[in-house]
């Protein structure tokens, strides 16, 4: 791409970036807060493209300025300064337009969002419940280390141990652009605790990832909604089997059904139900714009395909394999304590490699 025609995208960039900052301080805007956050989200997003601009036109100019410099300029001293200024400030023009290129690609509107993740025990009967408790366990310590919240919904334990099935919300900042990328099947081969005779297993667990809906994303009539509430089981104390305090929230024109009984209280319940029912509602939405990209581009990274085996964990040779871009690693027992970012930056600079070779920048 010519230098003039990125710097003609920018400009765009900036003018819409001013024209945003003027509209936030518009009393008809900041009376009406749907608008007002869609407006502060669009702001936050074009505000490293607008500094990039001004720090890639600064050393544009300065170019000129300096070649200006060097033909007319007789002191010898003077010229090999201006030729050294040239130079330094040449080398940081291609990583710049570089930078740019990435940051003009669209960015995922659900990028920014919290998420609701999933995780239930495939194939592999006991073994399988485990390895859903050690992928929820990875989860967990990856979440810790980036300082983001972890809160269970629902949680339905195995018999030897991990879960059959775990629902949580995870909130931070970026959370779903980040994490949107371990939707899938995750298989592990090793020696199942539950196996005498020491033989290698291949067993399964499916994780979802799906974009947390904020209340003005998606408007549910109450009138659609089914709530019936009945009495909680497993841990919890005294109020389990006593209380109606667990919720079952139907969607009666969808047929979506959740559950949550992870509290005491009947009403924080229903809050938690009510926020993964929005979402799963959302999410139908979400999934038709995830099929329809994935019908352009080669190779979906993050396609939010549940259904797609993803990666291997192998404990015999302690090697993890993600299939969608061939990466091996052979540190299984530092990702399976939560080191799992420097796998997801490759399948984001994977990810976007593919998206700029589509948008032709």
């Not at 720090?55 to 000129?64: A, E, F, G, M, S």
């Not at 010229?79 to 990583?95: F, G, N, S, T, W």
């Not at 709530?227 to 024109?253: E, M, W």
């Not at 871009?325 to 976007?352: F, R, S, W």
Request: net charge negative; charged share 30%; aromatic share 6%.
């Amino acid at each position: 791409m010519s230098k003039n025609l990125i710097l003609d995208k920018l400009e765009g960039v900036k003018d819409r970036f001013e024209e945003v900052g003027r509209l936030l301080i518009d009393p008809a805007v900041t009376s009406d807060m749907k608008r007002y956050i869609q407006l502060s989200k669009e702001y936050k997003n074009l505000t490293p493209i607008v500094e990039t601009y001004k720090d890639y036109k600064n050393v544009l100019d300065n170019i000129t300025s300096a070649k200006e410099m060097l033909a007319v300029e007789k002191d010898e001293e003077m010229r090999e300064m201006a030729k050294i200024e040239i130079d330094e400030l040449e080398a940081r023009v291609d990583p710049l337009e570089e930078k740019i290129k990435f940051l003009l690609l669209p960015a995922d509107p659900e990028d920014e969002k919290n998420a609701v993740m999933e995780i239930r025990a495939g194939t592999g009967g006991d073994e399988a419940s485990i390895f859903a408790g050690d992928l929820y366990r990875m989860y967990t310590k990856f979440c810790e280390s980036r300082k983001w919240k972890i809160e269970v919904t629902r949680a339905m334990e195995g018999t030897m141990g991990g879960f059959k099935e775990i629902v949580f919300s995870v909130s931070g900042d970026g959370v779903y652009g980040i994490l949107k990328y371990e939707s899938g099947v995750h298989r592990v081969q090793r020696v199942p605790q539950t196996e005498t005779q020491g033989r290698v297993h291949t067993s399964a667990a499916t994780v979802a990832v799906l974009p947390e809906a904020e209340e003005f994303d998606i408007e549910i009539k109450t009138e659609d909604i089914r709530k019936d509430t009945y009495c909680s089981s497993g841990p919890g104390g005294q109020s389990v089997n006593t209380t109606y305090s667990a919720i079952r929230l139907t969607h009666v024109p969808t047929g979506v059904v959740v559950t949550c009984q992870d509290e005491k209280s009947q009403m924080k319940n229903y809050d938690k139900a009510l926020k993964e029912l929005r979402t799963r509602l959302y999410n139908l939405e979400h999934q038709k714009y995830l099929d329809e990209i994935s019908q352009k581009r080669k190779t979906m990274v993050s396609s939010g395909d549940r259904s797609a085996k993803i990666r291997t964990y192998n404990y015999p040779q302690g090697r993890m394999t993600d299939h969608r871009i061939n990466l091996t690693m052979y540190n299984l027992p530092v990702v399976m304590d939560g080191a799992i970012i420097e796998i997801i930056e490759k399948l984001q600079m994977a990810e976007n490699a593919e998206r700029l070779k589509v948008s032709g920048l």
